[in-house]
């Protein structure tokens, strides 16, 4: 499906939207183009790629003109582009809102306007019941596309969502720090051992968002059934890789964080189809008119419980390495340490 087509990725040059355009390249995809802010990833990529497929496009997704000139001709469009740091959204939220929201905005504007066949747009577990401005943004992008689907029922272009937890490796995150302060033997910085997190990696994030765009109906959000571990397993894992124990700093939660992450509520799973590694959450399609309804009610049953990272399947320290060890980055530190050694 991908052959031959030609891709639009706002973000592109982010952990996600380099994985999605070497997997595009891959599968002889005629055209991609990546959006970003940042000349200097891009020249980066440009230098590790070489490839003339590649557009490069600088501009903000809170530029109407920039994203309605990048996804003209594209036949589909993956929106990763983000403010995406807890912390720094819970200090300047207005800008978490303009880029996450208004940005997610135009996005939908410019594929429906120019009639791309599908856009998928990435969310996050933390817009899921979210207590923070990062998910408030996030679970807002998930009601435009919705809407969109909802109100633009002739639209050409196919809006809907993935849904994933916290991606190993990714920028900025907590693996490639501790690998950090392990490598400069200082104690790692752990804000509290029990806290959960979804873990997927790259790989899983590229697959998850190649089956939404292969499969999904207007408006539908998709989850992959992840599984997760606490921060001290993961600190264990590391330290078991680098053959040390570590020395762990205790931070305390940090501002807008949660302990656990919920990737499906209990009413989204009520509704939900089940397709074996992967739920489908479709798009409440009803109408404002509720009459109807009542008359014909609702016999879904609702499961007791929401899906989250407390009460998915918990990954034991052995296979929290197992997962570590497959990623390039760690097999790049570890073959480090050997020569070093
Ligand atoms: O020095 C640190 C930094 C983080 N953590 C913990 O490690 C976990 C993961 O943290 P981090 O890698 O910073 O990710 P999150 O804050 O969970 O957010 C990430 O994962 C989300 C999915 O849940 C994505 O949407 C976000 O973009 C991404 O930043 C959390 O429990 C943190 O409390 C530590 O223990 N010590």
New binding site residues.
């Given amino acids: 499906m991908l052959s031959g087509r030609r891709f639009a990725i706002t973000g592109g040059t982010g952990s996600f939207g380099q994985a999605m355009v070497d997997h595009l390249l891959r599968s002889g995809a005629a055209e991609v183009r990546v959006l970003s802010r940042d000349e200097a990833k891009q020249d980066q990529m440009r230098a590790r790629l070489h490839d003339d497929r590649i557009r490069y496009h600088i501009g903000d997704v809170r530029d109407l003109d920039a994203v309605l000139r990048v996804t003209r001709g594209a036949d589909h469009v993956f929106h990763a582009a983000?403010l995406?740091?807890?912390p720094s959204c819970e200090f300047f939220p207005l800008e978490a809102l303009r880029t996450n929201v208004l940005g997610s905005a135009n996005t939908v504007e410019a594929c429906d306007r120019n009639e791309v066949g599908s856009l998928v747009l990435l969310s996050?577990?933390?817009a899921v019941h979210p207590i923070n401005a990062?998910g408030m943004t996030?679970a807002l992008m998930e009601k435009v596309a919705q809407a969109h689907a909802r109100t633009r029922p002739d639209s050409a272009t196919t809006v809907c969502v993935v849904r994933?937890?916290?991606?190993m490796y990714?920028r900025?995150?907590?693996?490639p720090?501790?690998v950090d302060q392990l490598r400069r033997d200082r104690p790692?910085?752990?804000?509290?051992p029990r806290?959960?997190?979804?873990l997927m990696s790259l790989a899983e994030s590229v697959e998850l968002v190649e089956r939404a765009f292969a499969d999904a109906a207007p408006g539908d959000v998709f989850i992959r059934k992840a599984s997760a571990c606490t921060?001290g397993d993961?600190?264990a894992a590391l330290g078991n890789l680098f053959g040390v124990t570590p020395k762990l700093q205790i931070?305390g939660?940090?501002h807008g964080?949660k302990s656990h992450?919920t990737l499906a509520t209990r009413e989204e799973l009520r509704h939900a189809e089940d397709l074996g590694e992967f739920y489908r959450v479709p798009l409440d399609s009803r109408g404002l008119d509720y009459a109807p309804y009542e008359l014909a009610g609702d016999p879904g049953a609702e499961p007791l419980f929401d899906f989250n990272s407390a009460n998915a399947r918990r990954l034991a320290v052995p296979e929290i390495e197992d997962l570590l060890r497959g990623l390039p980055e760690i097999r790049a530190e570890l073959s480090g340490v050997m020569v070093a050694a």
């Avoid at 900025?172 to 693996?175: E, K, R, Y």
């Avoid at 790692?188 to 509290?192: E, G, I, Y």
């Fill in positions: 983000a995406k740091q807890v996050t577990d933390k990062m996030k994933y937890g916290n991606v990714s900025g995150s907590v693996v720090l501790f790692l910085t752990v804000t509290d806290m959960t997190r979804f921060i993961l600190a931070l939660i940090r964080e992450e």
